[in-house]
């Protein structure tokens, strides 16, 4: 898992999933259980389906979504106004 | 910085370098903050010393006669740290 | 809406950059990629581990060393059944915001639970791992601390592991 492509190209681990996402939020935004287990699934996936060591997996989300998301599930949730 | 970074401004007496780290890693990654931090933590040690307490002097210098300087110079970190948390204002939210 | 490109590049642009400038040489590069191993088995039959560095640890334990000016390269086994009211977090180079109040978005213990139940994975580790990724030791930290965890997982009888970065 990396949210820093640039880091992760100097490091090059055999298999890499990137996520536009902040530093510490690499699994998505609190509650929102359906993006933490997609970006889990997604990352996973990559054991078997990765075919040249080095690649950088692009998971395609958006921070902003992210977060648009992570609001209304906490609406819904009752946690936020 | 790594250490060997460190060590080699050490050997070459390069205290801009050493002090620059040490704000770096005590303002969250940004020098000036780092220096602010380190003036905090000397008002925060100087206020509560005021009121002139009393303190536990066997204490302080028991620690300071029996402990090695490495352990001392670690808890002069931490005392930094303890410091300026109890100034109730806490920079370190980690973004870079 | 449409995600532009920009929105799906990384959101701290130059993070390599930045850190080198700040701590010369305190950033691992490697010259060589390693060959990659395709996992002989579905992930529904893998057992799984995990392994963090957002200093994660169950509460009570003695805290990961954040004043340490070198670091701390010692790591903390988690059980893999831990639930987040059990687990604290002792780092301060990261945001610790979203993880503050769910722990899952960087330590996601509940999803990996949630797949195992479903059968998408076959098990989990009994322990994952968790260290703080802040130390000026890079060499210091895959000669022991790497090492160290590389050898507990696979004790574990680990087939598979998610690595996660702060």
């Known amino acids: 898992m990396t949210v820093a492509r640039d880091v992760t190209t100097h490091l090059k681990p055999p298999r890499a999933v990137f996520v536009p996402f902040m530093m510490g939020h690499h699994f998505g935004v609190p509650f929102h259980r359906d993006l933490q287990r997609r970006v889990i699934l997604e990352a996973l996936a990559r054991l078997t389906r990765a075919e040249q060591s080095g690649e950088i997996h692009d998971i ?15 609406q819904a949730m009752g946690l936020r106004a | 910085m790594s250490l060997q970074y460190l060590k080699d401004a050490a050997a070459r007496h390069d205290a801009e370098a050493l002090i620059r780290y040490v704000r770096l890693h005590l303002g969250d990654g940004d020098e000036g903050r780092g ?62 | 809406m449409t995600a532009t490109s920009s929105d799906r590049e990384q959101l701290r642009p130059g993070l390599w950059a930045t850190v080198n400038e700040r701590y010369p040489g305190s950033m691992i590069t ?43 390269y010692s790591f903390r086994r988690v059980p893999s059944s831990a639930e987040p009211a059990d687990l604290e977090i002792h780092q301060l180079k990261y945001p610790t915001a979203g993880a503050n109040r769910d722990l899952n978005v960087v330590f996601p213990l509940e ?56």
């Open chain 3, 111 to 166: 999803r990996l639970r949630d797949l195992v139940a479903e059968g998408a994975i076959g098990a989990l580790t009994p322990d994952v791992y968790s260290f703080i990724g802040y130390n000026m030791d890079p060499e210091r930290l895959e000669r022991t601390l790497a090492e160290e965890i590389a050898a507990a997982v696979a004790a574990d009888g680990a087939e598979a592991a998610l690595l996660a970065p702060a």
């Open chain 2, 35 to 96: 220096r602010r931090e380190i003036d905090k933590a000397w008002v925060e040690a100087l206020k509560p010393l005021l009121d002139v307490p009393p303190t536990d002097r066997e204490f302080i210098h028991e620690t300071l006669s029996t402990k090695d300087p490495a352990t001392l110079a670690h808890l002069f970190f931490d005392l930094h740290f303890y410091l300026v948390k109890r100034s109730g204002e806490w920079i370190h939210d980690g973004n870079l």
């Open chain 3, 30 to 72: 490697k010259s060589d990629l390693v060959p990659l191993t395709k996992l002989g088995k579905p992930l529904a039959a893998s057992r799984l581990t995990f392994v963090s560095t957002a200093g994660v640890q169950p509460r009570g334990t003695l805290p990961f060393d954040v004043t340490h000016p070198v670091g701390d």
């Open chain 1, 60 to 74: 395609p989300v958006t921070w902003a979504q992210a977060r648009r998301e992570g609001i209304a599930i906490e």
